[in-house]
C-alpha cells in the first residue's frame, strides 16, 4: 500500500496545475472574454440572455466580470435539445456524449477534436495525480457509450500513455479474471461498484494475485468512510474524480494523495460556489453549489452552469505543491436532498453513520413512505454474516443502536430493517440509495 511516507509527488503539467493565483486570474480572465465573444450572436440562448441583462462582449474586462453573465441549468440544456448550444459548425463535431440513466430527454454535449484533446488532458493530469504513469495498465469498468465514464478514462489513459483496459460494467467474475489475467495495476469505476469489486475479491481470495495499487472512483458521492473500506480490504490508494457530462465528463477535478479536497482543472474550468437560495458566490470554506464556466470548450461552451452539486471551496496552496482551487468532498446534490419531516436528509449521511457501527455491511437502501399525511423513513440495513443471528433478541437490540446512531446523525427517527448479506442488490453502475414513495408533486 502507498502511504504517505512513501508517495513521490508527480505533477504532469506544473506551469498549469502550479501558476500563481495573479497569472490564473489573468489567463481565466483573457479566456472568459474571448468565451463571451465566441457565443454572442452565435448561441441564441446565451445572446438574448446577454440582452436581458443588459450585458455585451465588451463589458467583460476579466474573470471578476463573470457575476454579470447569465446562469445556466440542465432545464435549459434540455429545453434546447439538442444541439441549440452548438456554438461551431456541425463538420467540427467529431463525438457527442450524454447523461446516463435520466428520464425524458437526454442531456446531450457535441465535442470539437479540440474538446476532446482537452479531456483526455484533464484526466491525463488526474491519473497522474493518483500516481500513474505511461508504465501502468487502467482496468476501466465505468459504462461505456453515450455515458462519458468509460470514454473520459479511456482519453485520459491514451493522453498518459498508459494501457486502457475497456471493460465496461457488468461481470464481475469476468471483471475479477481480466483484473488478474491482464496484469491491471489500477482501476476505475463508481465508488459503489468499487466497493463491490473489493468484497467480491476478498470473498474469492485473489486479493494477493492482483497487482492493484490505485482505484479511481467517481461519477456518486461517496464518503471518506467507504474509501478507508475499500483501501483497507485492498490495500490500495483510491481517489475521488470529479466531472459532469454538460462540462466535460470524468477530469474536471480530482484529489491528491492528501485528500484535502478536489483540485479543479482551473485553467480550463472556472469554478464558483453560489447560495442556493440567492446564487450569490460565496466565500471560501461556504457550503452552496458549485457552478462552472468552460473556459476552452468549442462546441458546447457553457456559463455559469450550475451543477447542483454541494460543496465549498479552498484557494489555498495544497500540501501536494498544487495551486489549483480545492472544491471539498461533496455533501450531495440539491436534487439528492430528501426533505423528511422538515429536515434535510442526505444519502451520505447515512452512510458516514452506518460506518461506524461494526455489525453492518455499507450496503444501504432508504426508502421513503407517506402514512396518514406523515413522512416515515425506512433504513433497510445489511448486517454481516458473523453478527446475523436467529435469536429476537440479539438482532432487536442491534436495530435499536442503529435507529439512535442514524436519529442522532440526521436530527429525525428511522424504522430500520435488518437483511442478510447480499439482500440489496448491487450496483455496477451508480447505485440506487433512495425510493421515494411519496409521489410528491
Known amino acids: ?72 441549468t440542465k432545464e435549459d440544456l434540455r429545453d434546447n435539445y439538442p444541439f441549440g448550444f452548438q456554438a461551431v459548425p456541425n463538420e467540427k463535431i467529431v463525438r457527442v456524449q450524454g447523461t446516463s440513466g435520466t428520464t425524458g430527454k437526454l442531456t446531450v454535449m457535441a465535442y470539437t477534436q479540440k474538446d476532446v484533446d482537452i479531456w483526455g488532458e484533464c484526466v491525463a493530469r488526474c491519473l497522474t495525480m493518483a500516481g500513474l504513469t505511461a ?44 483484473m488478474e489475467d491482464f496484469g491491471a495495476t489500477a482501476f476505475a469505476c463508481t465508488p459503489s461498484y468499487a466497493m463491490h469489486l473489493a468484497e467480491a475479491m476478498q470473498e474469492a481470495g485473489v486479493v494477493e494475485k492482483m497487482k492493484i ?6 461519477a456518486e458521492p461517496w464518503t471518506v468512510e467507504m474509501r478507508h473500506k475499500i483501501e483497507e480490504i485492498l490495500k490500495i490508494n483510491c481517489f475521488d474524480i470529479y466531472g459532469l457530462c454538460e462540462i466535460s465528463g470524468p477530469g474536471v477535478a480530482m484529489d491528491c494523495i492528501h485528500h484535502e479536497g478536489l483540485h479543479v482543472n482551473s485553467d480550463f474550468f472556472y469554478p464558483e460556489v453560489l447560495d442556493p437560495a440567492t446564487h450569490a458566490p460565496l466565500k471560501d470554506g461556504e457550503t452552496g453549489e458549485l457552478g462552472f464556466t468552460t473556459l476552452d470548450k468549442e462546441a458546447v461552451p457553457l456559463i455559469r452552469y450550475r451543477t447542483k452539486d454541494l460543496t465549498s471551496i479552498c ?6 505543491g498544487r495551486t489549483t482551487p480545492r472544491i471539498s468532498k461533496f455533501k450531495g446534490r440539491t436534487d439528492d436532498m430528501k426533505v423528511i419531516r422538515g429536515v434535510n436528509v442526505f444519502p451520505t449521511q447515512v452512510e458516514t453513520a452506518l460506518f461506524g457501527i461494526g455489525e453492518v455491511i455499507p450496503h444501504y437502501l432508504l426508502i ?71 409521489n410528491l408533486v
Open 368 to 438: 421513503i413512505d407517506r402514512e396518514d399525511n406523515m413522512d416515515v423513513l425506512t433504513v433497510m440495513v445489511e448486517v454481516d454474516e458473523k453478527f446475523f443471528s436467529d435469536e429476537i433478541r440479539k438482532l432487536d437490540a442491534l436495530r435499536h443502536k442503529i435507529g439512535d446512531v442514524l436519529k442522532q446523525a440526521l436530527g429525525v427517527s428511522v424504522r430500520v430493517k435488518l437483511v442478510e448479506p447480499k439482500t440489496i442488490e448491487r450496483s455496477e453502475g451508480k447505485a440506487k440509495r433512495v425510493i421515494d414513495n411519496r
Open 315 to 320: 484557494h489555498e496552496t495544497c500540501k501536494c
Open 1 to 72: 500500500m502507498i502511504t504517505d511516507k512513501t508517495w513521490k509527488e508527480q505533477i504532469r503539467d506544473p506551469q498549469a496545475e502550479c501558476m500563481s493565483e495573479d497569472e490564473r486570474m489573468v489567463l481565466q480572465g483573457e479566456k472568459l472574454k474571448n468565451l463571451v465573444k465566441r457565443v454572442y450572436g452565435v448561441v441564441p440562448f446565451y445572446t438574448e440572455k446577454m440582452k436581458e441583462l443588459g450585458v455585451e462582449p465588451g463589458d467583460i474586462k476579466g474573470i471578476e466580470d463573470i457575476t454579470k453573465l447569465p446562469f445556466t
Open 213 to 218: 495499487k490505485a482505484a479511481v472512483c467517481g
Open 135 to 178: 508504465q501502468d495498465r487502467i482496468h476501466v469498468c465505468y459504462g461505456y457509450g453515450l455515458f462519458t465514464g468509460g470514454m473520459g478514462l479511456d482519453f485520459g489513459a491514451q493522453k498518459l500513455g498508459a494501457m486502457a483496459i475497456p471493460m465496461s460494467a457488468g461481470n464481475t467474475k469476468r471483471q475479477l479474471m481480466c
